[in-house]
Structures are given as C-alpha cells and as structure tokens.
C-alpha cells in the first residue's frame, strides 16, 4: 500500500473541515482568545469578516503546500507580521488553537497521523515564518515605517491622493503595493499600491477609493489631513516594471489600477534605452469622466512624450455594461501588434481575469502578461468578496500575496522543536464558538460589481489622448492595491483588513 504523505493528510482531512468552515473558525478564535486574551488586542475590533479571511488563508497555504514558492512567500509573510508584535511564542498559541479547530471539524476521520501530519506541516510554516523575521531584524529593517501627510485631496468625493513623506528611507519598486494604518483607525491595516516611481525626494503618493462601509477608506477620504500621522508596512509585491529586454509594452488600468500603472508608465519613461525610444501604449478605463480622476497627469504624460499612445475611455451617456465591453473587446481584438512586447493590467479581479484570458487568444504572449495574482472568491461564510492583500488572516477573502520580491531568500535561525499538542478544555472553545455564531447576524455584502470595459475612440499616436467608453467594475477593496470593496479590497486591485498571524495584488 502506498504510503500517505503529511502534505496528503492534511489536505484530505482540510477537505471535510471546509464543509464546517464557519464553526471551525469561530472555534479557532475562542479558542485562540482563550488560550492567550493579550491576543485579542492584536486583531481589528471588529472581526466577522476575519473569519472569512482565516479559511481563505488555510485554503491558499494548503493548496500550495508543496509549492517551491511557498517557503519565500512565508519568510516574507514573517518579515511583515513584526508589525503586528508578534513574538515566537505566539506562534506556538496559534498552532494548538490550528489544531484543536481542525480536529473539532473533521472528527470523524482524525487520527493520531493526521494531527502529526498538521503538527509536521504547521511547525515548518512557522519556522519558515520565524527565519523571515529574524533576517529582518538582522538587516535592520524597521517593523513598520512612520510617515507623515504632505497633501491630501479627495476628488468627486470619492477617491483620496494622498501623499505623504516616511521618516525613514522607504524601498520599493514601481508597481509595488504598501499596508497602511493610521491611528483613527487601530490594528486596521489595508494594502494600496504606490503610485509613483521611487524619486530621490522620498515622496510617496497612494489613490484611496471610498468604499461603503468601509473604515480606513472612509477615514483616509475624509477625514485624514495634511500634518497626520500614518504607518506604513513593508512594500510588497512582484507586479513591477516590466520590458527590461526593450519591448513594447502596454499598460491597461481601470478604476484606481491607475496608481500601479502611474509608478510603472513613470519608471519606463525615464528609462534610459539607446535608439529610438520604445512603444508605450496606454488605455485608462473609468465609469465616467467625472470619475478620472487624474486626468491632469494623464494629459501632461501625454504632451511631454510624444512616443506615448494615450486612450482614455468613459461610458458614453445611455450605453449599457455589455455594449461597452464588447466594443471595449473589439477595439482590443483588432490590436495585430499583442506579440510584440509586454502587457500589464492593473484593475479590479474580474476585469484582471477578463483580461488575463483574453489578451491571448488576441496574440499576446501570456509569459508576457504582468499582474497581481488574483484574488480568490469565497470564504468561510460563503461570501463573494475580494482583498489583495497579506495572508495568514485578516477580515475577508484573501488572496495569495506574494511579495517575494521585497527581498532575497535568507537563511534563519535553527530550528526550533516542533511544539506538542496541548490539551486545552475545548469543550469551552466550541460553546463560545456557537454562541458568537447564535448571537452574530449576518452582514449585508455588497453586490459583486459588474466588470466590462466599454467603449472606444480612433487611437491616435503621437501622445494624443483619445477619450473612449468603459464601464470598469467597482473598485474593490478597502485598501486595494488597486480598488477596494469592504467588509473592507491585490493578487489585482484591493483592500484588506490585515491582522496578526495572515495576510494579500
């Protein structure tokens, strides 16, 4: 008979304890909480939706358990929890609470080789984990950067530009993304991505779309001014400039994917190449023209480099979501040149993945396709919702952030002994699991906006920027890296609600 790995066990007993995914989390947390109260502090006061980003989490890792990725994504993942506080220790608390979850959901077949096999499969996630932080304390990274609002400005009430100057030298890449907290908000952290190229004046600019309900971009639209404080977290991501061999590159944004694809379009103008300078092509997607609302810079992009194609489009008045994507489509489709260089998309999950599909049955090389990862759907509650953002857990669906290249692989501390399992009263955990589950209404989601580019003009080359029709989606989350949808939303465009032990393009 054929021996059954851990990687196996973990996966077929994780299987049936999907099924009972919401008792399963609220479990965890009682238990959790119960084991170690100082935790609590460590989490947004609010915490439904954190149930949901716990198991969207747990499915990521557990899906790429065998993932040679997976090791660098979870010394990163370590490296960004220092924000949070956590200490060794506290790895340990979450490991037994892990387990006592996964045994109260899948009772029915757990055995003495399926707890190993967690015990086994947790141990090397926390380590991992454990040598990232230590590497950043060894190169004096800060656990989180301190920053100050230079400027902020809402446009049509509904999207922020802030910028804002961090005390300390802040290193990223153009197409990056950042976690931001301030302090009217506590232990609330949401990623957004950097909208201008690194400069030697240390300036950074983020763009906030104003989500329903949502409590950091609610805070940062209105209420956030210039002298405020704010903190900012490692930067993160590996959707960056792309065409480093010359290419032509094309660069599409909807919504508040502009501000990814404003540090990217930075970094390849400035770009010095010898001969002729390089094909830059650049569509812009939103709702309306009221709702471009950086339309100024788009406009002096274009005027001062004439090698530039601008195509800005806008719903046209009375055109429906699905004329507007099929002749934003079609304008796309009749595009002969996609083989020619690099692509990269920055936008809500549905129009990314649209995208994503499409542009290569057009001719695009899809080794040459550059975006956030996208974000999965679904969550312990069932809830569709989507947030780009850091991983173990936070307060909506996560997707799998992988912000490996902030940093090089490094090697860390021994490893320590695995820890034993505990043997806590659970029978306490599981009552208080159900009554929260008996006293927490369900929250009203939002509806899952509609994605489905639009409209287009003739193009005109020679930095002319031609105005076209597009109905992007809503931008998605609170915080997004590109947009945000909130229970608070980048593998695309997001926000998220970021809390210790998780994480999210």
Not at 226 to 233: F, T
Not at 433 to 439: G, I, L, M, Q, V
């Amino acid at each position: 008979m054929r021996k059954i790995d851990d990687v196996e066990r973990v996966r077929a007993s994780f299987e049936i304890a999907q099924r009972r995914a919401d008792r399963v989390v609220r479990f965890f947390y009682a238990h959790l909480f119960g084991s170690d109260p100082r935790l609590r502090g460590m989490f947004p006061a609010e915490m439904r939706e954190q149930h949901d980003r716990l198991f969207a989490a747990l499915a990521q890792i557990v899906t790429h358990l065998d993932d040679p990725a997976l090791q660098t994504q979870l010394e990163t993942l370590g490296r960004d929890h220092r924000k949070f506080g956590v200490c060794t220790a506290d790895y340990d608390t979450v490991g037994h609470s892990l387990i006592a979850a996964m045994r109260m959901g899948c009772a029915s077949v757990w055995d003495d080789a399926t707890e190993a096999a967690w015990w086994a499969v947790y141990g090397r996630a926390a380590r991992t984990m454990l040598h990232g932080a230590a590497a950043s304390i060894r190169e004096r990274e800060p656990a989180w950067w301190d920053a100050t609002v230079v400027e902020q400005g809402l446009h049509n009430g509904r999207t922020a530009v802030l910028r804002i100057r961090p005390d300390q030298p802040y290193p990223y890449r153009a197409g990056q993304y950042a976690t931001l907290e301030c302090p009217q908000v506590p232990r609330v952290w949401r990623p957004y991505s950097l909208a201008r190229a690194p400069r030697a004046d240390g300036l950074l600019e983020f763009h906030v779309a104003r989500v329903r309900g949502g409590s950091l971009s609610t805070t940062l639209c209105d209420h956030v001014r210039a002298g405020d404080r704010l903190r900012l977290g490692a930067a993160s991501g590996t959707a960056t400039t792309p065409g480093a061999d010359g290419a032509p590159v094309t660069l599409i944004a909807a919504g508040t994917g502009w501000a990814p694809v404003k540090a990217v379009l930075e970094d390849l103008l400035r770009a010095r190449t010898p001969g002729p300078p390089r094909r830059i092509r650049l569509d812009v997607l939103a709702r309306t023209p009221d709702d471009l609302y950086d339309g100024a810079t788009i406009d002096a992009l274009a005027s001062r480099h004439p090698h530039l194609e601008v195509t800005v489009w806008t719903a046209r008045a009375a055109e429906g979501a699905s004329t507007l994507t099929r002749r934003f489509h079609e304008a796309l489709r009749r595009r002969d040149d996609w083989a020619d260089g690099h692509v990269y998309l920055a936008g809500p999950t549905p129009f990314t993945a649209e995208l994503r599909d499409l542009l290569p049955r057009w001719g695009a090389d899809p080794a040459r396709l550059v975006h956030d990862p996208l974000a999965r759907r679904g969550g312990a509650s069932g809830a569709t919702r989507t947030a780009p953002a850091e991983y173990f857990l936070a307060d909506r669906t996560v997707s799998w952030i992988d912000p490996a290249a902030r940093a090089p692989a490094v090697t860390g501390p021994e490893p320590e002994t695995e820890p034993e399992p505990c043997t806590e009263p659970e029978a306490e955990a599981e009552a208080e699991a159900e009554a929260e589950a008996e006293a927490e209404t369900e929250a009203e989601t939002e509806p899952e906006p509609k994605t489905g580019p639009g409209d287009r003009g003739d193009e005109q080359p020679g930095g002319s920027r031609t105005p076209e029709s597009r109905q992007p989606a809503e931008d998605e989350a609170e915080g997004e890296p590109e947009g945000e949808p909130e229970g608070e939303a980048r593998w695309a465009t997001s926000t998220v609600t970021e809390s210790p032990f998780t994480s999210t393009r």
